[in-house]
């Protein structure tokens, strides 16, 4: 129990169809992140939330919509993917946004599209 | 960008032996952290380094920061077969962004 929870754990889709990733923290954090973890390559930052608020956006394809409605709850709405896309996708919540802050993740949804 | 390298890409073990992985950073670090990875697991904290020169040790683990905040390490002793998955550095550059290393995959075998 790690305190981060994910849903789904496994999604298949097409490149057509839109669905949604969830992230609920109950550890009391006010930061969330989503991570994109793909083989042989370094986890890669995709947006920071700070109290509900976006902090960051790494370049990310506008085919990736984050949404924060809480400090507790984040979503990532899934449009049109690549292949490419295809990776485990990581929700992480630290207490506040510094980057001192250690990082509690969830479990991933691994994610592939056909 | 702040490139954060770690070397070996993977190591191969025999239980009871020693294992060690660095990190290098293209850019000064004002902390570095590192976690680590179950196969089939999420990336779990295990300790951040501030101080230059620091040396942190937790059981067989043991962690340093080098003097000049570039580079760090983490050796452990006496590997046993829970020791297998995969460690990451993350470290804080000039940006005030915590930039992942590329990871170090550790198979340990009786």
């Known amino acids: 129990e790690t305190g981060v929870t994910q849903t789904p754990r496994h999604l298949v889709m097409g490149m057509t169809n839109k669905k949604s990733l969830k992230c609920e923290q109950h550890l009391g954090h006010n930061a969330m992140y989503w991570y994109k973890q793909s083989a042989k390559k370094p986890l890669e930052l995709m947006f920071v939330?700070?109290?509900?608020?976006?902090?960051e956006n790494n370049s990310v394809p506008s085919r990736f919509s984050p949404e924060c409605p809480n400090s507790s709850h984040l979503f990532l709405h899934l449009h049109t993917l690549q292949p490419e896309d295809s990776a485990l996708y990581l929700c992480?919540?630290?207490?506040?946004?510094?980057?001192?802050?250690?990082?509690?993740f969830g479990d991933g949804t691994r994610l592939s599209i056909l | 960008g702040q490139q954060v390298m770690q070397i070996p890409q993977y190591q191969h073990v025999q239980e009871g032996e020693d294992f060690t992985t660095y990190c290098n950073s293209s850019t000064t670090l004002s902390n570095i952290q590192w976690y680590k990875q179950r196969p089939g697991g999420h990336p779990v904290f295990l300790i951040q380094?501030?101080?230059?020169?620091e040396v942190k040790k937790q059981k067989r683990l043991t962690f340093q920061f080098g003097e000049a905040k570039k580079n760090s390490s983490l050796h452990i002793t006496a590997t046993q077969t829970t020791d297998v998955g995969t460690y990451f550095c993350?470290?804080?550059?000039?940006?005030?962004?915590?930039?992942f290393g590329t990871g170090t995959r550790l198979q340990v075998t009786l």
């Open positions: 939330y700070n109290f509900k608020e976006q902090t």
């Open positions: 993350a470290g804080t550059g000039t940006a005030s962004k915590l930039t």
């Open positions: 992480a919540s630290s207490p506040t946004g510094g980057s001192n802050q250690p990082q509690h």
């Open positions: 380094l501030v101080k230059s020169g």
